[in-house]
């Protein structure tokens, strides 16, 4: 398990290095890393990750996403969520416009089967 969470770091990482922030061209991204360890009666972490890109092109806007989830308690896998989207925008005229998208989910602790 960790070394699935080592590689969607890395992953993250790369394509963060990759993504261009500049207004001009049409790009934009996101990424956010967290971790929090706490240890006392329970030893808990929990680590998480996120990776947002768009580009837009007239007229077509494209968006595409990657998130994930992982903790553990007393090293026991308490909560463990991957999301990951792709969206696309076409716009006809200024008030109508076709949109299609692609999302899959996988949260392992969620309660629904």
Known sequence: ????????LLVSTILCGLAHADDSSGWASRAQLGYAKTSGNTDTSTGNA???????????????????????????????????????????????????????DDNRFSGFA
């Not at 398990?1 to 969607?8: K, P, T």
């Open 1 to 8: 398990m960790r070394q699935q969470f080592g590689v969607f």
């Open 50 to 104: 996120l990776f947002h890109i768009a580009h837009e092109f007239d007229p077509w806007k494209l968006l595409f996403g990657l998130e994930g989830l992982y903790g553990s308690t007393k090293g026991e896998t308490t909560a463990q969520a991957w999301d990951t989207y792709l969206q696309a925008h076409y716009n006809i005229t200024d008030r109508l416009y076709a949109y299609g998208g692609v999302r899959y």
